[in-house]
Nanobody
Framework: QVQLVESGGGLVQAGGSLRLSCAPS????????MGWYRQAPGKQRELVAL???????VYGDSVKGRFTISRDNAKNTVLLQMNSLKPEDTAVYYC?????????WGKGTLVTVSS
């Protein structure tokens, strides 16, 4: 059983920064992809950023140049540094772990950006 625990959400003013972290527990395999998705009220869940165990990253178009994803493979922890936050970044952010064709999700952490 895999569990993902997110932390770091909160309220920030536009232009500010936040850092999210995700720590998995359970049966974690070395070959996996971890990342973040978000869902704003009334909208579909969308990709924020993904990072593979070997390091390649993928970013959603709306966060490129502002967000940075990184991971500690020894701890299987993934971090999301969010800079230059905008009100449209307000959403629940979900940690994701994909391994052996199975997707696991955290419960989500709320990020609110005030204008």
């Amino acid at each position: 059983q895999v569990q993902l625990v997110e932390s770091g959400g909160g309220l920030v003013q536009a232009g500010g920064s936040l850092r999210l972290s995700c720590a998995p527990s359970g049966s974690i395999f070395s070959i996996n992809t971890m990342g973040w998705y978000r869902q704003a009220p009334g909208k579909q869940r969308e990709l924020v950023a993904l990072i593979a165990a070997g390091g390649p990253t993928v970013y959603g178009d709306s966060v490129k140049g502002r967000f940075t994803i990184s991971r500690d493979n020894a701890k299987n922890t993934v971090l999301l540094q969010m800079n230059s936050l905008k009100p449209e970044d307000t959403a629940v952010y979900y940690c994701n772990l994909a391994q052996r064709f199975i997707n696991y999700w955290g419960k989500g952490t709320l990020v609110t950006v005030s204008s």
